[in-house]
């Protein structure tokens, strides 16, 4: 089990009213309708402090995933520096989080360089800050 291959995708939520999409790094094995998510709860627009999330046995096809981009793979040895990654971005809305800790990835070489960039330039930005 050690030297199996994980599939790293950025998911996306379901569209709610104005809300910029929510979105959640999913780790899956091949070919697996399982997988864990890596995502930022809460926040200003809930009214909460932002929360991380890493939540195991998710489904992979998800009714509150709407769409999903593969970014790349990874060994399951190698879920440690993951998860390390998702611990060390600052908490924040959920879309910068997740560049953040692409962008981590990168430095340790697990994910190619340049897709956090790729996914920065999607970022959308929320009333919440257009307001503060």
Known sequence: M??????????????????????????????????????????????????????????????????????GTIQEKETNK??????KAGLQQCQRWTCDVIEDLERKRLIVAGTAETYRSRIESSHHEETT
Not at 82 to 87: D, I, V
Request: glycine share 10%.
């Open 2 to 71: 050690s030297g199996q291959t994980l599939e790293v995708y950025v998911a996306f939520g379901q569209r709610r009213g104005n809300d910029p999409l929510h979105w959640i790094l999913l780790v899956a094995p091949s070919g697996s309708d399982r997988c864990t998510w890596y995502h930022v709860t809460g926040g200003p627009t809930q009214g909460t402090d932002y929360t991380l999330m890493i939540q195991a046995n998710k489904r992979v096809n998800s009714l509150g995933i709407a769409s999903k981009e593969l970014i």
């Open 82 to 87: 993951l998860k390390s990654s998702a611990q």
